[in-house]
């Protein structure tokens, strides 16, 4: 089998690529540079990225390597007061990653491509700048210039991760719809210590409101960070005038450096489609999003966990190409509009205004969800519904991630939701399993059923090994399911369906899904 050609090798590159490895598919992972990034560019990584890190097996080595922190602080600046944080503590029983985490880009890039390491030579190739590409009736070609000259490669599809500048949106012709504004944001990295010498006890992820200039205040494992908005025609600063920015933000410090700058224009633009037959767009080549509130990295991320399982059904011959479009249809309405909803919450959050920010209106507990990105919810069945804001708590629909809560097994063992969806879709069947309910053979690839009771599977009902146990009916009572239930649960965590015992043709659902009749 030919493999899956990735082009671009930035977070959202590498995450698609560590996406294959965990489902088995050969790739080979493309980048034009002689190495990964050194630019201290996105610095904040959210709960439902961490919860792909998890899946694709990286969670722990950049955990390791990571600031956690369970408040996202609202600073009044001209006042120095606190206004109502946002608390991830508020999370615990949604994800096993209550918390978000500070880690710069380029300490990120190299743990993610340390998840690569282990494969065969060649499977990761720097220094490989993409020249043009074709695409034939059973793959893509496509030709990079190479320290060794001109190479040419061929694979089954390509995706394409190769930013905002893409080579491959380009020369598909595919137009970029939106706006580049005209404002530009600074981002200083500052080595000061705010921590002994001068302490402040700022949240690690601090956002000073205020009209005149709003900052944000980022604690890296290393260093501090500010963001600010540079005023229309205004130069970059020089190193004398940041520290002495700094200063006015944070007071007198006994010693400050500034070790880094990057400065960028905010956009909001949204390629018109994409996907174009075997080729697809994905991150910055399909979106580009303003930073505010860590959108940009972290809306790529929900593309590298969106398209890989469908890839990987596909190619296993376990779906129709047809399963290939619901990455579009799903993701595109997320990029284009919802996290516009959320920059411009933002920025009315951050300049003072506090009217018309949906984004931010809810309850304590829906607030943390929408900040974490654990809000998503994707229009899986065609009704038009999705969102990435949470405005209050309730039973959950179809589209929407499900918690990822505990359960126990017949054998005794702990096993999470989202552990049960790692590469299978997964039917629930909520009843109770004393009456020996009759469960559908695990006969179709890819799909797996389970009963879902409070009380535990006697040993002799026959059911045990596809038992699990909800104590106290946790799960059922969280996700606002009644008795005799089935939820259908997708390997990307979203729920496929909810549908009365006693009217689900799982299987046929789960093979119009596929696309085989």
Same mark, same amino acid.
């Given at each position: 089998?030919?493999?899956?050609?990735? &082009?671009?090798?930035?977070?959202?590159?590498?995450?698609?690529?560590?996406?294959?490895?965990?489902?088995?598919?050969?790739?080979?992972?493309?980048?034009?540079?002689?190495?990964?990034?050194?630019?201290?560019?996105?610095?904040?990584?959210?709960?439902?990225?961490?919860?792909?890190?998890?899946?694709?097996?990286?969670?722990?080595?950049?955990?390791?390597?990571?600031?956690?922190?369970?408040?996202?602080?609202?600073?009044?600046?001209?006042?120095?007061?606190?206004?109502?944080? &946002?608390?991830?503590?508020?999370?615990?029983?949604?994800?096993?990653?209550?918390?978000?985490?500070?880690?710069?880009?380029?300490?990120?890039?190299?743990?993610?491509?340390?998840?690569?390491?282990?494969?065969?030579?060649?499977?990761?190739?720097?220094?490989?700048?993409?020249?043009?590409?074709?695409?034939?009736?059973?793959?893509?070609?496509?030709?990079?210039?190479?320290?060794?000259?001109?190479?040419? &490669?061929?694979?089954?599809?390509?995706?394409?991760?190769?930013?905002?500048?893409?080579?491959?949106?380009?020369?598909?012709?595919?137009?970029?719809?939106?706006?580049?504004?005209?404002?530009?944001?600074?981002?200083?990295?500052?080595?000061? +210590?705010?921590?002994?010498?001068?302490?402040? +006890?700022?949240?690690?992820?601090?956002?000073?409101? +205020?009209?005149?200039?709003? *900052?944000?205040?980022?604690?890296?494992?290393?260093?501090?960070?500010?963001?600010?908005?540079?005023?229309?025609?205004?130069?970059?600063?020089?190193?004398?005038?940041?520290?002495?920015?700094?200063?006015?933000?944070?007071?007198?410090?006994?010693?400050?450096?500034?070790?880094?700058?990057?400065?960028?224009?905010?956009?909001?633009?949204?390629?018109?489609?994409?996907?174009?037959?075997?080729?697809?767009?994905?991150?910055?080549?399909?979106?580009?999003?303003?930073? *505010?509130?860590?959108?940009?990295?972290?809306?790529?991320?929900?593309?590298?966990?969106?398209?890989?399982?469908?890839?990987?059904?596909?190619?296993?011959?376990?779906?129709?190409?047809?399963?290939?479009?619901?990455?579009?249809?799903?993701?595109?309405?997320?990029?284009?509009?919802?996290?516009?909803?959320?920059?411009?919450?933002?920025?009315?959050?951050?300049?003072?205004?506090?009217?018309?920010?949906?984004?931010?209106?809810?309850?304590?507990?829906?607030?943390?969800?929408?900040?974490?990105?654990?809000?998503?919810?994707?229009?899986?069945?065609?009704?038009?519904?999705?969102?990435?804001?949470?405005?209050?708590?309730?039973?959950?629909?179809?589209?929407?991630?499900?918690?990822? *809560?505990?359960?126990?097994?017949?054998?005794?063992?702990?096993?999470?939701?989202?552990?049960?969806?790692?590469?299978?879709?997964?039917?629930?069947?909520?009843?109770?399993?004393?009456?020996?309910?009759?469960?559908?053979? +695990?006969?179709?690839?890819?799909?797996?059923?389970?009963?879902?009771?409070?009380?535990?599977?006697?040993?002799?009902?026959?059911?045990?090994?596809?038992?699990?146990?909800?104590?106290?009916?946790?799960?059922?009572?969280?996700?606002?399911?009644?008795?005799?239930?089935?939820?259908?649960?997708?390997?990307?965590?979203?729920?496929?369906?909810?549908?009365?015992?006693?009217?689900?043709?799982?299987?046929?659902?789960?093979?119009?899904?596929?696309?085989?009749?």
């Amino acid at each position: 089998m030919k493999p899956v050609l990735v &082009v671009g090798a930035g977070p959202v590159g590498l995450m698609t690529a560590l996406a294959l490895k965990f489902y088995g598919i050969d790739f080979r992972l493309f980048e034009e540079d002689r190495e990964f990034s050194s630019d201290t560019k996105a610095g904040t990584i959210l709960t439902r990225t961490i919860e792909a890190f998890r899946r694709y097996r990286v969670d722990r080595a950049v955990l390791a390597r990571a600031l956690r922190l369970d408040e996202i602080g609202d600073i009044e600046r001209a006042t120095n007061t606190r206004r109502a944080s &946002v608390m991830t503590e508020h999370l615990v029983d949604e994800t096993r990653f209550p918390f978000v985490i500070n880690l710069p880009q380029h300490h990120l890039e190299p743990v993610l491509a340390d998840g690569l390491s282990d494969l065969p030579e060649g499977a990761v190739n720097l220094r490989h700048k993409l020249l043009s590409f074709a695409q034939t009736d059973d793959g893509v070609v496509a030709r990079f210039e190479t320290p060794d000259g001109v190479r040419e &490669v061929e694979g089954s599809h390509l995706i394409a991760c190769d930013g905002g500048r893409s080579t491959v949106r380009s020369q598909l012709g595919i137009a970029v719809d939106g706006t580049s504004l005209d404002v530009r944001y600074m981002l200083v990295d500052i080595k000061v +210590d705010l921590d002994a010498a001068n302490p402040r +006890d700022y949240p690690y992820l601090a956002y000073f409101a +205020d009209p005149a200039e709003w *900052m944000v205040l980022v604690r890296q494992p290393h260093c501090w960070r500010f963001l600010f908005p540079l005023a229309p025609g205004v130069e970059e600063a020089t190193p004398a005038e940041l520290e002495a920015k700094a200063r006015h933000f944070i007071g007198e410090v006994n010693a400050l450096e500034v070790i880094n700058t990057v400065t960028y224009r905010v956009h909001h633009r949204i390629a018109s489609t994409w996907r174009n037959g075997r080729v697809f767009l994905a991150g910055d080549a399909a979106h580009l999003i303003t930073p *505010m509130w860590a959108l940009g990295l972290n809306t790529g991320v929900l593309d590298a966990i969106n398209l890989p399982w469908r890839l990987a059904w596909v190619l296993r011959g376990w779906a129709a190409d047809s399963l290939l479009d619901g990455y579009e249809h799903e993701q595109r309405p997320l990029a284009a509009h919802g996290s516009g909803e959320m920059a411009e919450a933002a920025r009315k959050l951050m300049g003072g205004e506090n009217d018309g920010a949906r984004a931010m209106s809810g309850s304590a507990w829906a607030n943390a969800m929408t900040r974490s990105l654990l809000g998503v919810s994707l229009d899986v069945d065609g009704s038009g519904q999705w969102s990435l804001v949470k405005t209050e708590r309730g039973a959950v629909r179809v589209g929407d991630r499900v918690p990822d *809560m505990p359960l126990f097994e017949g054998r005794g063992g702990r096993v999470y939701l989202h552990d049960l969806c790692d590469d299978s879709f997964v039917a629930l069947y909520f009843t109770d399993v004393r009456r020996r309910p009759v469960l559908p053979p +695990d006969d179709l690839p890819g799909l797996r059923s389970y009963v879902v009771s409070r009380w535990d599977a006697p040993l002799d009902s026959g059911l045990r090994e596809r038992a699990l146990l909800d104590i106290g009916n946790r799960l059922r009572e969280r996700l606002g399911c009644g008795d005799d239930t089935v939820v259908l649960l997708r390997p990307d965590d979203h729920i496929a369906a909810i549908l009365p015992l006693g009217h689900a043709d799982i299987a046929g659902l789960y093979n119009r899904i596929r696309g085989h009749a």
